[in-house]
């Protein structure tokens, strides 16, 4: 559902949603509004579904705090295999401490953190704290 006017009251109801169909494995809410109440119901609802294998929420306005939030959620995934958080506006602290989190999903093949406030550095220790997954910076 990228680029449909979704803010925190669609979020909410989409994360409500989600609740019962846990087989889900692909969800795009790319170019939404997810702040608030509902990237956090969002975030409770996707880290209980165990067989996603893509998410992509870039352009979303996560900012650190929703990505850090979603990160944690995601913590114990052992099918998610790409995430696109590029156009958040997340920080170069955020974003280091998102990917110690994610360090922790075995099947993660691909990140795009691309046009954030992260800078080349930072984003070479991302590189190197996910080792075998490519992380986007386009």
């Not at 795009?28 to 294998?53: A, P, Y």
């Amino acid at each position: 559902m990228p680029q449909n006017g979704i803010y925190k009251d669609g979020a909410q109801a989409l994360a409500s949603a989600f609740a019962y169909n846990p087989n889900l494995k692909v969800i795009n809410l790319n170019d939404n509004t997810l702040v608030g109440e509902g990237i956090k119901k969002l975030s409770e609802s996707v880290g209980k579904l165990h067989q996603l294998k893509e998410l992509n929420l870039g352009d979303c306005l996560l900012k650190g705090k929703g990505s850090l939030g979603l990160a944690n959620a995601l913590r114990n995934h052992q099918q998610l295999q790409k995430i696109n958080l590029e156009s958040n506006e997340i920080d170069k602290i955020s974003a280091e401490k998102l990917a110690e989190m994610l360090r922790t999903i075995p099947s993660l093949q691909e990140i795009n953190l691309s046009c954030n406030y992260i800078g080349e550095t930072m984003l070479e220790r991302i590189a190197n704290l996910l080792p075998a997954a490519r992380v986007v910076r386009e």
